[in-house]
């Protein structure tokens, strides 16, 4: 029973805390799939161009600006406090999107 239980212990101290694990935003047909995401503080989220053209991630704030992400380039952003985070894309400002962050 105690192999058992500290068996059990063990695989679940080995999972990746949920700030930890990653997420994903998918560029696709000039939008950002999906349009919103909540994510835990420290997270990182990975901003993937499935688009047939050039697309960027600027966040609203100013606090960041990618180069221009070509088809199957991707970017990874860290969000390492709480607060919503509004995006765009610098070539297309009409898509936008928003990063919830909670503790």
Known sequence: MKSLL???LIGVLSLPSLAETPSGVSIE???FKPATLTVHA???VTFKNADDI???VVMSDGSYH???LDTGESVDVAFPKPGD???FCG???HMQGLITVVP
């Open 42 to 44: 420290g997270a990182h």
């Open 54 to 56: 050039p697309h960027s």
């Open 29 to 31: 047909n000039f939008t």
């Open 91 to 93: 070539l297309h400002p």
């Open 66 to 68: 990618s180069r221009a």
């Open 85 to 87: 985070y509004r995006y």
């Open 6 to 8: 500290l068996a059990g």
